[in-house]
Nanobody
């Protein structure tokens, strides 16, 4: 019954910005750890950023200082603001809910290319 729906992906030039959104249903959102992961072709899925129920954040070293994760509990939505994008950021970005019982969204494609 859990549903996670991502949006905001697209094609952007190096140095550009995008904001991803993930809206959740079927969970008590305010009590759930949320995160963003990404997966490029031929590579394993990796953590990009996570945010706890008290809005503490954690980032991969590769995106620290460029990406910002946030949550709006009133809207059941988690965001990923991506700035100074690089070609190596190209991947499918997935929304994740939970730390023990885990749910995944379908993903949204981000392509960074000139």
């Amino acid at each position: 019954q859990v549903q996670l729906v991502e949006s905001g992906g697209g094609l952007v030039q190096p140095g550009g910005s995008l904001r991803l959104s993930c809206t959740a249903s079927g969970i008590i959102f305010s009590s759930t750890v949320m995160g963003w992961y990404r997966q490029a072709p031929g590579k394993q899925r990796e953590l990009v950023a996570s945010i706890t129920t008290s809005s503490r954040t954690n980032y991969a070293d590769s995106v620290k200082g460029r990406f910002t994760i946030s949550r709006d509990n009133a809207k059941n939505t988690v965001y990923l603001e991506m700035n100074s994008l690089k070609p190596e950021d190209t991947a499918v970005y997935y929304c994740k809910a939970g730390a023990v019982l885990i749910s995944w969204g379908q993903g949204t494609q981000v392509t960074v290319s000139s």
